[in-house]
């Protein structure tokens, strides 16, 4: 467990740190700092809130039906983590609902690499407290730092949301599947990015990994992926 504990902190302190990128650009977008904390103490997925005032900025108000399509389209990830931590969770509804709101890349990703219940549980758990109470400070320092300084994207802390993302994606690249996936979406969305209204080239590219994904192009048999995957479960 204590190696999952270290795992938490590693990776919670880090990603709660680009929380502070988020209150700052949220603010340039147009929201205030209530609107902005709100965001991040409700919605807390970091991906959808990036994307919600990244669409805001671009558009404007009359973006705002794509930028909450882009940001529900991102969340919806978020449901599909649960079916792989849904096991090892446990306990009344309460805590439940609570493990719900804090499904993210990063608690799925630090509890689903133990090798153990205990660890998987602890992982979770841990990574959540810290991403949560970080992401929610840091939020709120942003956002009163860019409401002081004005136009904070001149200095592109949008990118430490790009550089956390590659780094979650990056060790998950080892089949031919998920690259293809990852190189088309890319070129997709660059290309479509100049010609189509802000929030919609997302949209597209997310629809590249779904088409790979029902099509299962550039993947294995079923039976070869389930023999080949170990059990996310692990041992007792």
Known sequence: MSDAIRASFAVGLAVAAYGISFGALSVASGLDVWQTCVLSLLMFSGGSQFALVGVLASGGVAA??????????LGTRNGL???RVAPFIGGPWPKKVLAAHWTIDETTAVSTAQPTLEGQRAGF?????IIYVGWNLTTLAGALIGDLLGD???????????AAFLGLLWPRLKQLQPVVVAIGAAVVAAVLTPALPAGIPVL???AV???VGLANWFGTKESDRFEAE?????EK
Do not use: E, F, K, R
């Open 64 to 73: 705002g039906g794509a930028a909450i399509a882009s940001a529900a389209l």
């Open 81 to 83: 983590y649960a079916l």
């Open 125 to 129: 758990w841990w990574t959540g407290v």
């Open 152 to 162: 904070v994207s001149q200095y592109g802390l949008d990118a430490a949301a790009a």
């Open 204 to 206: 597209v590219a997310a």
């Open 209 to 211: 990994a779904v088409i």
């Open 230 to 234: 170990p059990d996310p479960m692990g």
